[in-house]
């Protein structure tokens, strides 16, 4: 039959581990749920609960693999709600998987019936989770060495208007603000492969400007060319154009683009030697 939460997944006298990855949800129960029930309900519903006993919680250990809500504290000034602290055991997310560790914790359980409110405040990653991620494959340093520029800050800029120039237009754009003195220019986020822009077309005429302005300046110059694209197998066919140009510098809409794209398209960066950046949807 139907078991309350509580009774399995509300543990007041756990100790979290140095390897728990911890979540705090803000929470506002339905009326008559006490907020026991509920912050034990989010952390069922993002681990291994589900509404009733089945048969095949006898296969596994829960007590291995469950999530597990161990302190709830009221909010100060503010009805009926609480911040539920939930602890979830390592084994639960698979390794560099930045996609499976918010389909867990954020996943279903926003849905829950439960709940009058839900929201994710703060996460807290263990670095036994981060470093099964590959970050970043070089930093300032590097950049600074391909760039052959020291002892000052890079200085770039975004080319405006950001939609409705020609590609012949925009690598003009281009062209000025290398030849002016700008280490590197940059792709507008909502510039991908409009019609009166296409993809390659600015591909073309960008590293067209970049080896004018190098070859004027007798300096390195860079461009942040946006590969994002509609498909993974799109972004990636880009990034090899971009190589082939040789123009050093991609980037990619990773919020709007998703985690998985953005990790497929660094990993190709990572392995082909080039600079990845990501922006868009920040403030969000």
Request: proline share 6%.
């Amino acid at each position: 039959g139907v078991k309350d939460y509580k009774l399995t997944y509300y543990t007041p006298e756990y100790e979290t581990k140095d390897t728990d990855i911890l979540a705090a949800f803000r929470v506002t129960p339905q009326p008559g749920v006490p907020p026991e029930e509920a912050g034990a309900a989010v952390a069922a519903e993002s681990s291994t609960g589900t509404w009733t006993t089945v048969w095949t919680d006898g296969l596994t250990s829960l007590d291995r693999y469950k999530g597990r809500c161990y302190h709830i504290e009221p909010v100060p000034g503010e009805e009926d709600q609480y911040i539920c602290y939930v602890a979830y055991p390592l084994d639960l997310f698979e390794e560099g998987s930045v996609t499976n560790m918010f389909t867990s914790i954020v996943g279903n359980v926003f849905g829950f019936k439960a709940l009058r409110a839900l929201r994710l405040e703060d996460l807290r990653i263990p670095p036994a989770y981060a470093k099964t991620f590959h970050g970043p494959p070089h930093g300032i340093q590097v950049e600074r060495d391909k760039l052959n520029k020291y002892g000052r800050p890079l200085l770039g800029c975004t080319i405006k208007p950001k939609l409705g120039l020609s590609a012949k237009n925009y690598g003009r754009a281009c062209y000025e603000c290398l030849r002016g003195g700008l280490d590197f220019t940059k792709d507008d986020e909502n510039v991908n492969s409009q019609p009166f822009m296409r993809w390659r077309d600015r591909f073309v005429f960008v590293a067209e400007a970049i080896y004018k302005a190098q070859a004027e300046t007798g300096e390195i110059k860079g461009h942040y060319l946006n590969a994002t694209a509609g498909t993974c197998e799109e972004m990636i066919k880009r990034a090899v154009f971009a190589r082939e140009l040789g123009v050093p510098i991609i980037m990619h809409d990773y919020l709007t683009g998703g985690f998985t794209a953005n990790t497929s398209l660094s990993n190709y960066c990572r392995d082909n030697g080039y600079f990845f950046t990501f922006t868009s949807m920040h403030a969000v």
